[in-house]
């Protein structure tokens, strides 16, 4: 298991092009990125919210799959830096899978962007672009259920704030595990800054081989819960289920549902999140999403500042990069 670390190493160098997933960073890295965007929320906070550090430079948002919260997230980041912001959203279901990528993927590097922030349906489409089709940083904005590292990042932002460390809470991740791609960028993403992961979820919404991911399994609420520092709630991906895995929202809430009756298993501090959208009644009752130990609206703002961090350090990572490369190939 990594060592857990509380203190940011301020000599870290980050040596990524690109944001693809978690597993990818080391803990310097993570806290290194957490400790960037700590800063960055004070920019937001501002009258005047505008860091004009990369001016001139042109940002995509590439989404073939809807998202409203994220997107506009990824647009704010980008313009509070000052980059030229250009949205792309294609429908995904009218197109060829793989094809459209590519080719949509080839005609945007034409355009010289600095970066493409990407959300596709199929696991890998963001490392794709990254390794053999475009020039530019790319970050993963959600790749089917595989990883999505910038709400993992931003929910780690979150938990630190209100709670001064990751390293020994014990966070439970309730419910749509299977469809899930904040729930496995979490748990990579905890476990690598010492945190005790729970997942609690029916069988049925817990994908193959869990246990090896480093994590506690329960199948029931009351019995995951206690002793709990953090409550992670899932929305239940009714578009990614082919069969029937859940019986219906009314017994699904019976069961795995957070009203305020079951929060009280979880410590009595415990903060309570949800990655949005929320399907009320469903996952969670609205008694608990708007009551007060919810920081559901403490993670939308610190999605802004953590992505205003990730761009700031890939766009930099990048042009130091292509520096040294040129000052080599000048020296040979
Ligand atoms: C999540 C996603 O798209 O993976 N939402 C988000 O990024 N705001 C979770 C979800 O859709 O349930």
Do not use: W
């Not at 690109?18 to 890295?29: C, M, N, T, V, W």
């Not at 400790?35 to 920019?43: F, G, P, T, W």
């Not at 259920?145 to 929910?155: C, G, M, V």
């Amino acid at each position: 298991m990594t060592k857990a670390i509380d203190t940011i190493n301020y000599t870290h160098v980050f040596g990524h092009r690109h944001l693809l997933g978690i597993a990818e960073l080391s803990p310097h890295d993570i806290e290194y990125l957490l400790e960037r965007a700590d800063k960055a929320v004070s920019v937001s906070r501002q009258v005047e919210k505008k860091k004009m550090v990369l001016r001139g430079r042109t940002q995509i948002n590439l989404f073939f799959e809807p998202s409203t919260r994220t997107q506009a997230s990824f647009e704010l980041a980008g313009k509070r830096l000052g980059a030229d912001v250009m949205n792309m959203s294609v429908a995904s279901s009218s197109v060829k899978k793989g094809e459209t990528l590519v080719d949509t993927a080839i005609t945007l590097n034409a355009m010289q962007p600095d970066l493409l922030v990407v959300r596709h349906h199929s696991a890998g489409a963001a490392e794709l672009l990254a390794q053999k089709l475009v020039g530019c940083s790319v970050i993963n904005a959600g790749d089917g259920a595989h990883e999505h590292p910038t709400q993992a990042l931003l929910d780690a932002l979150t938990i630190k704030r209100n709670k001064g460390r990751v390293a020994r809470l014990t966070v439970a991740i309730c419910g749509d595990v299977l469809h899930s791609r904040v729930a496995r960028s979490n748990i990579i993403l905890l476990n690598a800054l010492g945190a005790r992961v729970r997942l609690i979820a029916p069988s049925t919404l817990l994908p193959i081989g869990v246990e090896r991911l480093g994590v506690e399994v329960f199948n029931s609420m009351e019995e995951g819960l206690k002793d709990c520092d953090v409550v992670m709630m899932l929305r239940v991906q009714r578009e990614r289920m082919t069969g029937a895995l859940i019986p219906s929202a009314r017994e699904y809430f019976r069961f795995y549902g957070l009203d305020s009756e079951r929060l009280k298993y979880a410590k009595e501090d415990a903060i309570v999140m949800h990655p949005g959208p929320m399907n009320r009644g469903v996952e969670i009752s609205s008694e608990v999403a708007d009551g007060p130990q919810s920081v559901i609206e403490e993670q939308v703002e610190m999605g802004v500042a953590l992505r205003m961090a990730v761009i700031e350090t890939l766009i930099e990572t990048n042009d130091r990069l292509d520096n040294e490369k040129k000052h080599k190939e000048e020296q040979k």
